[in-house]
């Protein structure tokens, strides 16, 4: 009798831990330029980051510079703010999200961001 039980209370922890997950599915490029603000090519020469207001949440700030516009800027450089980061001795990990390194170059696909600006750019999200 203990081992249905501790069979039945395993696969139900596995079931809920399994509908928790997030899950991600890709959306087509066609979709996703009608729906930016901006498109850019760019690269990351800075990083930084910073509480939010609430003090709650740790966001990243990438100072972009900005190769090549394809849709609706002529901002030199940009910042765009992906979830998480190191601010002294606190980590915020967030899975799965957008994450960047100082000399990564890419084509953007950005959003207005109401986030701070740390480096007096405008400050987008991908």
């Known amino acids: 009798m203990k081992k249905i039980l ?7 922890v596995s079931l809920i831990q399994a509908s928790a997950q997030c899950l991600m599915y890709p959306v087509l490029l066609s979709q996703r330029v009608p729906q930016s ?3 850019i090519e760019g690269k990351v020469i800075n990083q930084q980051s910073f509480w939010n207001t609430a003090h709650d949440k740790i966001y990243t700030s990438n100072l972009i510079e900005v190769y090549k516009t394809f849709k609706n800027s002529t901002a030199p ?5 992906t979830e998480g980061g190191i601010v002294g001795n606190s980590k915020h990990v967030f899975e799965p999200t957008l994450e960047l390194e100082v000399g990564d170059v890419g084509v953007f696909t950005l959003n207005q961001n109401s986030q701070p600006s740390q480096y007096g750019k405008q400050v987008y999200e991908a």
């Open 77 to 81: 450089y940009i910042e765009v703010v």
């Open 6 to 12: 501790l069979t039945i209370a395993i696969i139900t």
């Open 37 to 39: 603000n901006i498109i």
